[in-house]
């Protein structure tokens, strides 16, 4: 007899949600954790600790430069940042207790140590207080996440030059931050020194910022990146990054020209890669993608060996925290016999600077690159009631439709609130809804929400606002 149904590596959103899920399904069910704390890298050093220090920063912006046009004085404004990073560390440790809660209300057993597959349906986990002990299990389901690339020319010390981790908890605002890459990572960690008053350079080795965004909305959030005050390097590499004293110095290479850059920090945010070592997939000769390393799994996330599955940043896929969330759930689902399944087509992606950038579905060169026949519809934020009331009115909505069947393909919004505004998009393609049907839905007024009507509405030409 197998001492569990489920055994589950790892207690990020992928991990903690499965096993709750699975729980209600009646399978006994238990979560192995190497942290102390649970939540993974979202809860952790991800999503809550980030968003908690952009709303913090954005706040301090505001108040600085934006409230006098509301009437409000803000003389002698003051940033504490110990006072600043300790509200982040309580919404964190808040939040990761939450998690404890949760699984312990739905009897998940909680284990801590590190554990790794022994054999088929065998998890061997270690810990100091424990030692080495095997446990017995009908099911697997892997969720150990991933970790920042360390680029060797650039390695980390997470004092000067951090991962994205170090970049949560500097002592002081850097004067002035480099950082390499110009991912989602970089410029929401970039967005929050920026706000606090350092100065900020991006150096990217691509022609472009947000390299999967449509490359309309990546165009303009550069243009308002920049008047922020966001330096770009684009089209240049880095070749080293040395300490030195208090400073980093970096070599760049531009066009074929070597250039030093000098920074009081660096963060290295050049990607992420799955944590699969040490977890013993090579022995059960578990598929991976050759260049990635990512575990492959069919439609329920199960590996290539039964009875073993793969969820999160672990798998192929955006690595984001409900995609790893809705894996989860899928595969516990298609373990008890249920269907479980997850709609790669409509995973939302946001990027968490002001404005904010939200996406679903295919962008407008992806479309074309296909070679569907399409309408777009956009609309600019200058347009909304709302938008004026807040002077919030940068950005639009663009929302793309299949010319012949008006079927939505994608929706990209850079402007405010667009983080929320995407889950009405994301459903109206869960439910293979037209531009029209968006057009001919009643959405209330002043809102953010008005802009993607009027977007859905001027796909066939009959916006009621737009010149
Ligand atoms: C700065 C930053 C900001 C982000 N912001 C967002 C955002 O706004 N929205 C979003 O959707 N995503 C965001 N992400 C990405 C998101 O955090 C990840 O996609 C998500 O955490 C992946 O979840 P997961 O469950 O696959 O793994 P993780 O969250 O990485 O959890 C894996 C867990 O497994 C544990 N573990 C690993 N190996 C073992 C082992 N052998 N034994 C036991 N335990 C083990 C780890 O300690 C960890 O707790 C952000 C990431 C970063 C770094």
Not at 8 to 37: D, F, H, M, N, W
Not at 239 to 268: H, I, M, P, W, Y
Not at 300 to 324: N, W
Request: charged share 25%.
């Amino acid at each position: 007899m197998a001492d569990y149904d489920l055994i589950i590596i790892g207690s990020g959103p992928g991990g903690y949600v499965a096993a709750v899920r699975a729980a209600q399904l009646g399978l006994k069910t238990a979560c192995i954790e190497k942290a102390s704390r649970l939540g993974g890298v979202c809860l952790n050093v991800g999503c809550i600790p980030s968003k908690a220090l952009l709303d913090s920063s954005e706040y301090f912006h505001l108040a600085k430069n934006h409230f006098a046009d509301h009437g409000i004085k803000t003389d002698n404004l003051t940033l504490d940042l110990p006072a600043m990073m300790a509200r982040k560390d309580k919404v964190v440790s808040d939040l990761t207790q939450n998690v404890r809660g949760l699984l312990e209300n739905h009897q998940v057993e909680i284990i801590h140590g590190v554990a790794r597959i022994a054999g088929p349906g065998k998890v061997e986990v270690s810990s100091e207080e424990e030692g080495a002990r095997t446990l017995e299990t009908k099911n697997i389901l892997l969720a150990t996440g991933s970790t920042p690339i360390e680029v060797p020319a650039m390695a980390f010390d997470e004092d000067r030059i951090v991962s994205s981790t170090g970049a949560l908890d500097f002592e002081e605002v850097p004067k002035h931050l480099g950082i390499v890459g110009g991912g989602y990572i970089g410029l929401e960690l970039g967005s929050v020194w920026l706000r606090l008053g350092a100065k900020v350079t991006v150096i990217e080795m691509l022609p472009k910022i947000g390299t999967t965004l449509d490359g309309q909305v990546a165009r303009t959030l550069d243009r308002i990146l920049k008047k922020q005050g966001f330096e770009f390097r684009l089209n240049t590499q880095v070749k080293e990054a040395k300490v030195s004293g208090k400073k980093v110095k970096v070599t760049v290479e531009s066009k074929g020209e070597q250039e030093e850059l000098n920074f009081d920090r660096l963060l290295v945010s050049v990607g992420r890669r799955p944590n699969t070592q040490g977890l013993g997939i090579e022995d059960l000769q578990i598929q991976t993608e050759e260049r990635t390393g990512l575990i492959i799994v069919d439609e329920t996330c199960q590996t290539s060996v039964p009875g073993i599955y793969a969820i999160g940043d672990l798998v192929p896929g955006p690595m984001l925290a409900h995609k790893a969330s809705a894996e989860g759930i899928a595969a516990v689902e298609s373990m008890a016999g249920r269907a479980g399944e997850v709609n790669y087509d409509t995973i939302p992606a946001v990027i968490y600077t002001a404005p904010e950038v939200a996406s679903v579905g295919l962008t407008e060169e992806q479309i074309k690159e296909r070679g569907i026949p399409y309408c777009v519809g956009s609309y600019p934020f200058t347009g909304a009631g709302r938008a004026r009331c807040m002077g919030e009115t940068d950005g639009f909505v663009k929302l793309i439709a299949h010319s012949k069947t008006d079927r939505i393909l994608g929706v990209h919004i850079i402007g405010p609130r667009a983080a929320d505004m995407i889950a009405e998009c994301v459903l109206a393609m869960e439910f293979g809804a037209s531009s029209e049907d968006i057009a001919l839905t009643i959405h209330g007024h002043p809102t953010f929400a008005e802009a993607l009507q009027e977007a859905a509405m001027s796909v066939r030409k009959c916006s009621i606002y737009a010149g």
